[in-house]
């Protein structure tokens, strides 16, 4: 009888064995099913601010299971870059698509302009902007030249005043070309209005933005403060402001000093040697004293 239990149990313990593989077996393949496949995701490389323009540095493409994707995801950081973050985004955190506001020419100058600044357009043409190869996105120094008068003698110098400023629109531009980071959401909304399959034309429709070659202004992003200085320099001097183009990862900022023709020409030109002193005259040395009136005076070489 003993004997027959124990033979029972063993043959249990082997079936309940053959069951837990089978169960692992089964969960093995289910999860290999939902998590080997991976598919690629954008996240920030580094914290975003609110209402931050995005760059290229700012995000990263990550794989993730599947399975994991949250709804709204962006596997592609072409559709981000230069897009406006919405809310504040931590590092290592997924780009949705409703954590981003598109820029594109039907969200207006002003969905662009970062809070508590200015937009401020600037009469240009082909040298003060470059060529007109000045666009939306770049970032320029503004110089300007400055005629005045001090204690009466005429002054003309350059400075450049403002460093580092945001060009938001060349002309009525408001981006070259159409923009990659399109507003997912609305771009689903068309699609189910409209039908699949044509998401690419629904996608140039949404962001078309004509480019105006010939542009007569550029409009910058300043503080109130620097908006003055760019209305007082443009009600003064008119005519005299010009663009330098910087890099777009260059952000700091450098104290130049102002520039006149003397720095230009320097101290060996004409300028500057007609208008040195000539050398003071030599003054002659007293010979011998006579007494005059009872008082010595000195009686020089030249007398």
Known sequence: MESRALKLSIALSIFAMYLVIQYVSGEDKRLNELYADFTPMVVASKDILQFQ?????????????????????????????????????????????????????????DTQIAISRRAISIPVNTKSALGYMVEPGNRVDVAAQFDYKAKGVAINETKVFLQ?????ASGRT????????????????V????????????????NFATQDQNFQTVTLEVTPEQAQQIAYVMTVYPDS???????????????????????????????????????????????????????????RESQ
């Open 164 to 168: 580092d400023i945001l060009v938001l």
């Open 174 to 189: 408001i981006q070259t070309s159409p923009p990659d980071g399109v507003d997912q959401l609305m771009l689903r909304k």
């Open 241 to 299: 402001i010009t663009l330098l183009l910087r890099n777009s990862d260059d952000r700091q900022l450098q104290r130049t000093a102002t520039t006149n023709l003397y720095d230009i020409m320097g101290p060996d030109s004409y300028l500057i040697r007609s208008q040195r002193l000539p050398p003071p005259a030599a003054v002659p040395r007293t010979k011998f004293f006579d007494f005059v009136g009872g008082q010595a005076q000195g009686v």
């Open 53 to 109: 323009t995005i760059r290229p540095t700012d995000v990263e493409v990550i794989r993730v299971p599947a399975a994991m994707v949250p709804p709204g995801r962006i596997y592609d950081p072409k559709d981000v870059v230069d897009a406006v973050a919405a809310v504040p985004i931590m590092q290592g955190e997924h780009i949705l698509d409703n954590k981003i506001i598109s820029k594109n020419i039907y969200s207006g100058l």
């Open 191 to 206: 699609s189910s209005q409209f039908g699949k399959g044509k998401e690419q034309q629904y996608k140039e429709t949404l």
